[in-house]
């Protein structure tokens, strides 16, 4: 058997269990063990309850005094094991379940943080978190009813071995009636994993609007859009309001028929026993404790019923956990993949191609050298291909065609940690993790002391942090939203400066920054970048000045390559870039 199932294969209800089992439910043998022994204590005393009605009778019947002690303490001592047995059962259950979750959830993070950035862009991270918290909800109430299942299976099993030593013929009865229950649930069952797929992408693409309307509140109030932005809303929640109506009707369905059937069985025994009396046969003991049995029964025979809707909830939240979980790393470390060999950081673009996913063109025959301690910069208009050139170098992105070298070691045959590992990147917009200002710039080398953490955050003109009421450990917010965007920005330069790298590569790093702090920072790149290669994005032409070798970019090609000196001295099209700024 194959690692991972296909899709189609998962969609079948017992390759989906049996996965489930194989890759996450097995490691935990031990808690099973203790859950089935406590279910079978639990249902073994349910089973004992109409054996003692039965018993209780028949001392009435009897005028038996021992009904004044015998019977009350042995309820007492059954309901006593049976209460302490549900309580472990229960938190057993929970435990088990609640880790084979935490595994899923783990090996879904793990694959979406390796994953290749075009596939973690490719849905809004709003919906992506619903795979972590309203699917695994989902299974995580199926798994519950499950094993809960296997309790009311067996207390169904011990009802009827009970029913049957009491009174075998009324047995018969239920024995007709009950397997008919399992129409219905099966056909109801089908019906609910189709609905609970559309019930969760629909709680997902809720999640995911009101994400980026609250994201953009700013714009929203600033262009007078609250009326439209509720019209969007007002459109998502009536479809997650009929999406969710749609799965409350077909559950909705079981539990009346179910209701009637049970119904329908505790007429037919009344009848049957009536008239049984009436032509002399039978007893109160046994009629009470069969009926007694048979109403038992009726909670976990609906329950069992009931399960069936849950669990299919349930697979189709699997189905969608397992189909991330499934998905071909679309960059991962080739087979005999070697470490980045040392070198002073000369990086070369030999055409260089690149396509979106969707097809359409990123780079063409795109060719530069990179000189070890030089600062190379790219330029041009928006959508000339600088930022995709930028993020093939750590490998976000596979190159379509042509040949991307680091030291002269081609950089798709090294692993992934070793690249990156010598890379720095600062991008344009500074998002911050929601911790504090020093435990942003230590994510740059978490090993650094905090002496090398401050020499950073000076270098990197962070001298804000001191002016704060906790200094360094003041936390930054969700985003770095408690920091200004010169700030935010500042606190990513510290963290890539902290990261001592071979590459450095800035993408509008300085673009949120101030007269003042853009001085300070370009003076300390200065200085950083010696002894490494820096490969700047930049729309600012004035920014890249004193760059060593200027790349003019346009539809994803290189059209001009040289000095800020030489590209002016040509008129071309870095020329007219010049010129059209300074008129802006």
């Known amino acids: 058997m194959t690692k991972h199932l296909r899709l189609d294969e998962q969609q079948s209800t017992p390759a989906l269990i049996y996965r489930l089992w194989r890759e996450h439910i097995r490691h935990y043998r031990g808690r099973i063990v203790l859950i089935v022994v406590t279910t079978l204590v639990m249902s073994a005393t349910t089973a004992a309850y109409p054996a003692l009605i039965k018993w209780a009778f028949d001392m009435f019947s009897h005028k038996d005094p021992r009904i004044?002690?015998?019977?009350?303490?042995?309820?007492?001592?059954?309901?006593?094991?049976?209460?302490?047995?549900m309580y472990f059962q229960a938190v057993l259950t929970q435990d088990m379940v609640l880790l084979v979750i935490r595994r899923l959830q783990v090996a879904m993070f793990r694959h979406l943080s390796n994953a290749a950035l075009a596939r973690v862009e490719r849905e809004a991270?709003?919906?992506?978190?619903?795979?972590?918290?309203?699917?695994?909800?989902?299974?995580?109430e199926a798994m519950t009813r499950?094993?809960?299942a296997v309790a009311d299976a067996a207390t169904v099993v011990g009802l009827v071995v009970t029913m049957i030593v009491i009174d075998w013929k009324l047995s018969l009865i239920a024995a007709v009636l009950y397997p008919m229950a399992g129409i219905p649930v099966q056909k109801i069952g089908k019906r609910m994993r189709r609905a609970s797929g559309g019930m969760q992408e629909q709680m997902g693409l809720a999640a995911s609007v009101l994400n980026e309307s609250f994201a953009q509140a700013r714009t929203v109030r600033a262009y007078g859009l609250?009326?439209?932005?509720?019209?969007?809303?007002?459109?998502?929640f009536d479809q997650l309001y009929h999406a969710l109506l749609r799965m409350t009707q077909i559950r909705s369905r079981l539990d009346p028929m179910l209701e009637v059937l049970g119904g329908v069985a505790v007429a037919m025994v009344i009848g049957f026993e009536g008239w049984r009396n009436a032509t002399g046969g039978g007893g109160v003991g046994n009629f009470m404790g069969f009926i007694s049995a048979l109403l038992i029964a009726s909670r976990p025979l609906r329950a069992l019923g009931t399960m069936n809707s849950a669990i299919q909830e349930g697979l189709g939240g699997l189905?969608?956990?397992?189909?991330?979980?499934?998905?071909?790393?679309?960059?991962?470390?080739t087979p005999g993949a070697v470490l980045l060999p040392p070198g002073p950081g000369e990086l070369v673009f030999d055409h260089v191609a690149f396509n979106y996913p969707d097809g359409r063109p990123g780079l063409k025959d795109l060719t530069f050298t990179a000189a070890p301690g030089k600062m190379l910069a790219l330029v041009g208009t928006s959508g000339a291909g600088k930022s995709t050139a930028l993020a093939l170098i750590p490998r976000l992105y596979t190159p379509t065609s042509g040949h991307i070298r680091l030291d002269n070691a081609e950089i798709a045959s090294v692993t992934l940690h070793s690249l990156r590992t010598a890379i720095a990147y600062v991008g344009q917009d500074a998002l911050l993790f929601d911790d504090t200002i020093y435990a942003n710039i230590l994510l740059g080398r978490p090993d650094a002391t905090p002496e090398d953490v401050h020499a950073a955050a000076a270098a990197a003109a962070c001298g804000f942090a001191l002016e704060m009421p906790e200094g360094f450990k003041t936390r930054v917010g969700v985003n770095g939203q408690r920091l200004s965007g010169g700030q935010r920005q500042r606190v990513a330069i510290?963290?890539?400066?902290?990261?001592?790298?071979?590459?450095?590569?800035?993408d509008e790093a300085t673009s949120?920054?101030?007269?003042?702090?853009?001085?300070?920072?370009?003076?300390?790149?200065t200085h950083l970048r010696a002894g490494r290669t820096t490969i700047v994005v930049a729309h600012r032409l004035s920014t890249v000045r004193d760059a060593d070798l200027i790349v003019v970019m346009a539809d994803g090609q290189a059209i001009e390559q040289g000095t800020h000196t030489d590209l002016l001295a040509q008129d071309g099209a870095f020329a007219r870039l010049v010129r059209a700024q300074a008129l802006h």
């Open 226 to 236: 609250e009326a439209h932005e509720q019209g969007r809303a007002n459109k998502t």
């Open 125 to 140: 991270p709003a919906q992506l978190a619903a795979r972590f918290t309203t699917d695994a909800g989902v299974i995580r």
């Open 319 to 333: 189905i969608r956990v397992f189909a991330v979980i499934d998905e071909p790393a679309a960059i991962a470390d």
């Open 494 to 506: 510290a963290r890539a400066i902290l990261r001592n790298p071979r590459i450095l590569l800035l």
């Open 68 to 85: 004044l002690y015998q019977v009350p303490i042995l309820v007492l001592i059954v309901t006593a094991i049976k209460g302490v047995s």
């Open 512 to 525: 949120a920054l101030d007269t003042e702090s853009e001085a300070a920072v370009q003076t300390a790149l």
């Open 146 to 148: 499950a094993v809960n």
